[in-house]
């Protein structure tokens, strides 16, 4: 008889990263199934390490700006400084500098910028005057926030307009910077301007999307260079964790997204999970077959002997 399979696609938890939260619960599980493990991250030093987990890269940089190398692939990151949430006047010329530095001598055909710690707001303009000819030519990826995948630059419900309202700016104030970024993206190529995920990172979405690239959220980038599908199609249990499980945000877009997979998989998915304890009833609404709670801070040794215990549950001994 086989053994059941499980696959462990987590969130960082505590202070364990992804990639050793995810080895720690495996190995509670090992004893009893084969376990494959896919380390997740949303965007930042936390998602270039999990892609070095997962393709045998290696991280180099600091805290703001960091390159992830892998046969291939290079991942480009920086961490703007904090801009007010109306900032038309900010440039993303600085990430574009990084860009262009990280590919001075790299022959990579898969770039991806990591544009989910820009705070400018130039439409990516920066960006593509200082590196869009090195990128030319290349397949280029940009790793934007799960609610902004669907955002125009543009509209009444565009980029410009949620910036300008939520700063509390005037109607006539946001109409023109609209109409002023309307032209600004266009430039970029016909529909820019009002095409799902263009308004992403400050209209650095468009900026993408003009090089003929695509856009995705940092679940959806592991997801596809772990091809979790055919993991999926496999296993018998998914495993997933996050450091907070609440009915506010459901746990987190890391959790949310494993949880959508497993559906659609039809694979029965649990959580470990720090926070209030979830009657069960709530925690179904959730995608979830049960959650298990964990201590504000657990190490590596207590979330493999909680899998364990959980592993006896599922499996027996």
Avoid at 70 to 98: C, D
Avoid at 152 to 179: C, H, I, M, Q, S
Avoid at 194 to 208: F, L, N, Q, S
């Amino acid at each position: 008889m086989s053994r059941p399979k499980v696959l462990v696609a987590t969130d960082q938890i505590g202070d364990l990263g992804s990639d050793v939260a995810g080895a720690a619960l495996a190995r509670g599980f090992a004893e009893l199934a084969d376990v494959a493990v896919v380390p997740l991250a949303t965007g930042g030093r936390a998602l270039a390490e999990a892609t070095a987990a997962l393709t045998g890269g290696t991280v180099t940089g600091s805290a703001s700006q960091w390159v992830l190398r892998a046969q291939g692939l290079v991942l480009i990151g920086l961490a703007q400084r904090p801009h007010s949430g109306w900032a038309p006047e900010s440039s993303t010329a600085e990430l574009g500098e990084w860009v262009l530095e990280a590919l001075r001598g790299a022959d990579a055909a898969k770039v991806v910028i990591d544009l989910t710690g820009v705070t400018a707001q130039d439409g990516g303009v920066g960006l593509l005057a200082q590196a869009g000819a090195a990128l030319t030519e290349r397949q280029v990826i940009g790793i934007v926030a799960n609610d902004e995948l669907e955002l125009a630059a543009t509209g009444l419900t565009g980029a410009v307009a949620r910036r300008g309202y939520g700063a509390g700016r005037d109607v006539a104030e946001v109409l023109v910077a609209d109409a002023q970024t309307k032209a600004l993206v266009e430039g970029f190529g016909v529909g820019l301007a009002v095409a799902p995920g263009g308004g992403a990172a400050g209209g650095c979405g468009a900026a993408i999307l003009s090089l003929g690239g695509r856009l995705l959220d940092g679940p959806q980038f592991c997801h596809s260079l772990a091809d979790v599908d055919t993991s999926l199609a496999r296993c018998d249990l998914v495993v997933t964790g996050c450091n907070e499980l609440s009915a506010l945000d459901r746990g987190g877009p890391i959790l949310r997204s494993v949880a959508e997979w497993a559906e659609r998989a039809q694979r029965p998915c649990i959580a470990f999970a720090g926070g209030e304890e979830l009657s069960r009833r709530e925690v179904r609404t959730f995608g979830l077959e049960a959650a298990h709670q964990l201590s504000a801070a657990p190490t590596a040794n207590e979330l493999t002997q909680a899998a364990g215990r959980v592993a006896i549950g599922w499996f027996g001994r």
